[in-house]
């Protein structure tokens, strides 16, 4: 495109008397790209580790979990996920919603909304329980006789979110000793 005034109305901002002579280079290019808007669904992102008295009690839950971006084409038609600011959960102290946002570095012109997004955490006491007469098993191999394993119940620590340890129902234990 050839570059043929400046805005302004003869005087370059504002300036009165003040007149522009020449204007180097005299073209320049422009490349437009197709608009897009596509929904986007956003991926967890964390740092650090719970305080070692906590666990997670289920998963982390974004809110929301998906936006629409808004941009050129180029860029956002080859987006598949976004990833948020990630949260540091060596601050967390409990079950809480933490405040984040979708990061949108190096995404240039693209606009995101929702832009805050809240990410729950569902921190809670971490505790242990003892198994105990927990059967042992082991795979059959082919080609031999029965596998014998001594002893044939073993006791089992598991460690975790109170309300997933205690909710353990033993029954389903099993120690498997690989073939």
Known sequence: CPVSSISGGGSVDGYRGVGVDD?????????????????????????????????????????????????????????????????????????????????????????VDPYAIALRVPAEESTERVFTGVRVTTYLVQGTGPIQVFPENVRVTVTGARSRVFAMNPDILRAVVPS
């Open 23 to 111: 204007i180097v280079p005299g073209e320049i290019n422009v490349r437009l790209d197709r608009r897009s808007i596509r929904t986007v669904p956003l991926r967890v992102s964390t740092s650090g580790a719970l305080p070692d008295h906590l666990a997670l009690g289920g998963d982390l839950i974004l809110t929301p979990d998906v936006v629409q971006v808004d941009g050129p084409a180029s860029l956002v038609d080859r987006l598949d996920s976004l990833d948020i600011v990630p949260v540091s959960l060596s601050d967390v102290d409990g079950p809480v919603r933490v405040g984040t946002f979708v990061d949108t570095v190096g995404m240039g012109p693209v606009i």
